[in-house]
């Protein structure tokens, strides 16, 4: 178990080309430098950075929206080039992406059966009865009920779109599942209820997971290895405890300080302080 | 006598289905020098509550309370002109969006201006200066350099520092903040809040923080209203409710914390609501 190995990102870079005007120059961005990852079957791996550090633009490499322009990736045992190759259908089907905006990411004019059923339409020759069929297994699994099938995205909350975003995401069944900020625009109480799921899904369907999130605490609880990334760069990667109990990069560092703390002791101390 | 004094706030808006109650009966009182939090998830109407207290609700909704003072003013019976006076120079309030609370046509500097022009009887070079001392005291590198830049020039934190100096221009009474920090990275939020918490204290300003986010709560607040849909749960001083919360939606709002996670599952608010019954 330890040696499988199911996402191998070997030194990717990304570079954008940004335009020139007429009295500028064009010039290149490296959104990614260098990164290199290994994340075994079954297990989460979290990446925390803040805006603009690569993570969402790594997220879009792993989930074959963007071409890496440099360096290899490898899903499952399957070469990911596709400035080279394409995409297969066969690619598709090993990753899936969960959006962090449930209002956005779902057509407003598609009903959750069809919104479902899509990948399945796209990607198999199954055929119609049998796709209605999943969806509606599906639509137990991320806990809401079948008659929600007919429905249009604006009748449902935040929390329960982001269980159908989810429920989209596992239909072709993934073996690598990337969530970028999937809790970040929930509340408190329906963060906890799909931080739930999640972790429900994941022992059921031995699904990988790369988080991307700027919540330490999330992180913390769902993890078990975390890299932090900086402009494009990796400056930190361990095991969760390795890297919450003693991290190394000044940045890391800063990070954790700036997180609020919200035990009773940190209260305590601040209040003393204040008072002083 | 308190800064800000409210009793009983009811809040209901017209819609095609009748009417919808956001805010059921609710207390607020804030004194000078003191930061109070309103904590409560969408639809608690946190927020509801301090924009019908600026009167920038739409018409579709009815206020009433009991009891509406600012400093002894009713502000229930203000003319819409006479609001104007207070809002913006006593009472100011920032927003979660700060890219979205600037108007990208003009620049920073003029955004600035127009505010110290309608409140205060400064001109010219000396509203120039005003600006500039502002900026420097919200922490915005280069101030003078920065009166002519415009928002999407700026970043995020930068447009939220531009939105407290605006704030604070007229030296405000009370400042209410709703989620300043939501939409800005966890280290730039740990700046805002220090830099909103350093102003409220030197100026002895009230200040009211409008969040979701426990973690802000525990950093910043003084006291701390609790809100769900629309009622009030709860309310203590900070170090009591995190201590020893009373209410059943306080607790389970405080066990749903992911750090406070014990077992693997994270305790849901809906498992104590059928415990609790609230």
Not at chain 1, 71 to 78: Q, T, V
Not at chain 2, 12 to 24: C, I, N, S, V, W
Not at chain 2, 102 to 130: A, W, Y
Request: charged share 25%; hydrophobic share 40%; net charge negative.
């Amino acid at each position: 178990m330890a040696d499988d190995i199911i996402l191998k990102v070997r030194d990717v870079y990304r570079t954008y080309d940004i335009k020139g005007g007429l009295f500028k120059k064009g010039s290149q961005l490296t959104a990614v430098k260098g990164v290199s990852l290994d994340v075994e079957r079954g297990s989460t791996l979290a990446v925390v950075g803040e805006s603009g550090c690569g993570k969402s633009t790594l997220a879009r490499m792993l989930t074959m929206i963007d071409a890496q322009t440099s360096g290899s990736i490898e899903i499952d045992g399957l070469p990911i080039d596709i400035s080279k190759t394409g995409i297969s259908k066969e690619m598709r089907q090993k990753v899936q992406i969960v959006f962090q905006n449930p209002y956005g990411s779902l057509n407003p004019r598609q009903k959750i059966g069809h919104v479902l059923e899509e990948p399945l339409l796209l990607n198999t020759d199954m055929p119609a009865a049998e796709r209605r069929d999943l969806a509606l297994q599906m639509l137990e699994k991320v806990g809401l009920p079948p008659e929600h099938y007919g429905r249009y995205p604006h009748m449902f909350s935040g929390g329960q779109r982001q269980r159908i975003a989810i429920a989209r995401a596992i239909m072709m069944k993934p073996k690598l599942l990337v969530l970028d900020e999937p809790v970040s625009a929930l509340d408190l109480s329906v963060q906890a209820q799909i931080l739930n799921l999640l972790a429900d899904l994941q022992e059921e369907m031995n699904l990988t997971y790369v988080f991307i999130s700027h919540d330490l605490s999330v992180v913390r609880y769902i993890a078990d290895k975390v890299m932090v990334m900086y402009f494009g760069e990796v400056v930190e990667y361990g095991t969760r405890d390795e890297v919450f109990n003693d991290p190394q990069h000044d940045y890391t560092k800063t990070l954790f300080a700036a997180t609020p703390r919200a035990d009773v002791e940190s209260i305590k101390k601040r209040l003393a302080a204040k008072a002083a | 006598m308190s800064l800000l004094e409210i009793r009983n706030l009811r809040v209901e808006f017209d819609t095609a289905k009748g009417p919808f109650r956001a805010l059921a009966g609710v207390d607020y009182t804030v004194d000078a020098g003191e930061v109070l939090a309103i904590v409560g998830e969408s639809g608690s109407g946190k927020s509801v509550a301090m924009l019908a207290t600026m009167g920038l609700l739409p018409d579709s909704a009815t206020i009433t309370a009991d009891k509406m003072e600012f400093e002894g003013l009713d502000l229930r019976t203000l003319s819409a002109k006479e609001r104007r006076k207070v809002i913006g120079k006593d009472i100011s309030m920032i927003f979660q969006e700060p890219i979205a609370s600037l108007n990208p046509c003009f620049t920073v500097g003029f955004q600035m201006s127009e505010t110290l022009k309608t409140h205060t009887g400064l001109k010219g070079k000396q509203i120039k200066d005003r600006v500039v001392e502002l900026f420097e005291a919200v922490g915005i590198p280069d101030p003078a350099g920065r009166l002519n830049a415009f928002p999407h020039q700026m970043s995020g934190g930068q447009c939220q520092r531009v939105m407290i100096a605006m704030a604070i221009a007229c030296s405000p009474k009370l400042l209410i903040a709703d989620e300043p920090t939501t939409a800005l990275d966890v280290t730039i939020q740990k700046q805002i809040l220090d830099l909103l918490v350093q102003i409220q204290q030197e100026r002895g300003m009230g200040l009211i923080m409008i969040t979701h986010d426990m973690g802000v709560v525990a950093e910043t607040a003084d006291r701390v209203i609790v809100q769900y849909q629309g009622r009030k749960m709860e309310e203590a001083d900070v170090l009591a409710l995190f201590e020893n919360p009373q209410n059943p939606y306080t607790k389970a709002l405080l066990s749903a914390l992911p750090e406070n996670a014990t077992g693997d599952r994270l305790p849901t608010v809906s498992d104590f609501a059928q415990a609790g019954g609230f």
